[in-house]
């Protein structure tokens, strides 16, 4: 990849969550067009492998906890004193440690879900609207999910959640214009790590639920992604992009 690199489009995006996944899917996207990319997540040593195959020239690193309002501070300052600007921002950073329903939910658990998949797309919201969008203007995509469009017992305190992060979209885009654009994307069962308890040794039965066929893949997220912080999409704010293969359309069916 790094051997056909276009031209750098001045743009700046920070990803988080961003070392493998739909992060880094996104982070791939950006980097393929031409911005410049900073990404976060958890674990240093994947982070540097993720900077290597992006390109140490279009992209660095910061290692911390999504939810740690620290790490957050550092994740934008260190985007301003690298790039000079946070054109992008995209809140991908997430976690879903049970599954079951709500009625015995651990409030402890649900509170560390909150945490990590709400309040964290919160605060790396306010921080890159003070450091840069306020003034200069924008888009932030948070990535949701189907399970915060309807009910999803299995994985029920993550729907909560989700929901709560489309809510929020809608209010940031609310207050954020005309300036930011505000946006969501919702999507099915990805093939990652992080969802791999929904489809690992059942991949071709989960998959033959779609109309589509298959389950989604990194690079289908980091489209919508680019589409969503490109200029094609200038008159888009405040919306829920579904990307599910289609599952939505079995609905009450069967």
Same mark, same amino acid.
Do not use: C
């Given at each position: 990849?790094?051997?056909?690199?276009?031209?750098l489009?001045?743009?700046?995006?920070?990803?988080?969550?961003?070392?493998r996944g739909?992060?880094?899917?996104v982070?791939?996207?950006?980097v393929?067009?031409?911005?410049?990319?900073?990404?976060?997540?958890?674990?240093?040593?994947?982070?540097?492998?993720?900077?290597?195959?992006?390109?140490?020239?279009?992209?660095?690193?910061?290692?911390?906890?999504?939810h740690?309002?620290?790490?957050?501070?550092?994740?934008?300052?260190?985007?301003?004193?690298?790039?000079?600007?946070?054109d992008?921002?995209?809140?991908?950073?997430?976690?879903?440690?049970?599954?079951?329903?709500?009625?015995?939910?651990?409030?402890?658990?649900?509170?560390?879900?909150?945490?990590?998949?709400?309040?964290?797309?919160?605060?790396?919201?306010?921080?890159?609207?003070?450091?840069?969008?306020?003034?200069?203007g924008?888009?932030?995509?948070?990535? #949701?999910?189907?399970?915060? =469009? %309807?009910?999803?017992?299995?994985?029920?305190?993550? $729907?909560?959640?989700? !929901?709560? @992060?489309?809510?929020l979209?809608?209010?940031l885009?609310?207050?954020?214009?005309?300036?930011?654009?505000?946006?969501?994307i919702?999507?099915?069962?990805?093939?990652?790590?992080f969802?791999?308890?929904?489809?690992?040794?059942?991949?071709?039965?989960? #998959?033959?639920s779609?109309? =589509? %066929?298959?389950?989604?893949?990194?690079?289908?997220? $980091?489209?919508?992604? !680019?589409f @969503?912080?490109?200029?094609?999409?200038?008159?888009?704010?405040?919306?829920?992009l579904?990307?599910?293969?289609?599952?939505?359309?079995?609905a009450?069916?069967?």
């Amino acid at each position: 990849m790094t051997s056909q690199l276009p031209e750098l489009s001045g743009k700046v995006a920070l990803i988080t969550g961003a070392s493998r996944g739909i992060g880094y899917g996104v982070a791939e996207a950006l980097v393929a067009r031409g911005d410049r990319v900073v990404i976060t997540g958890r674990t240093e040593d994947a982070l540097k492998e993720a900077v290597e195959q992006l390109g140490a020239e279009r992209a660095i690193y910061v290692a911390g906890k999504a939810h740690d309002e620290e790490h957050q501070t550092v994740a934008v300052e260190r985007a301003m004193d690298a790039f000079g600007r946070i054109d992008y921002l995209v809140n991908n950073a997430g976690t879903n440690p049970v599954f079951g329903p709500v009625a015995d939910l651990d409030l402890n658990v649900a509170r560390k879900v909150f945490e990590t998949n709400v309040i964290s797309a919160l605060g790396f919201a306010q921080k890159t609207w003070h450091a840069w969008q306020k003034d200069n203007g924008g888009a932030i995509v948070n990535i #949701a999910s189907v399970a915060g =469009l %309807a009910p999803s017992p299995f994985i029920a305190a993550y $729907g909560v959640s989700k !929901a709560a @992060l489309i809510n929020l979209t809608q209010q940031l885009a609310h207050e954020f214009a005309p300036g930011v654009r505000v946006n969501a994307i919702a999507p099915a069962v990805v093939k990652t790590k992080f969802a791999q308890a929904l489809y690992e040794g059942r991949e071709a039965e989960a #998959a033959a639920s779609y109309p =589509l %066929a298959r389950l989604g893949v990194p690079s289908d997220i $980091g489209g919508a992604a !680019a589409f @969503l912080t490109s200029s094609q999409s200038d008159w888009v704010t405040g919306q829920t992009l579904v990307v599910d293969g289609g599952i939505f359309l079995n609905a009450g069916v069967g």
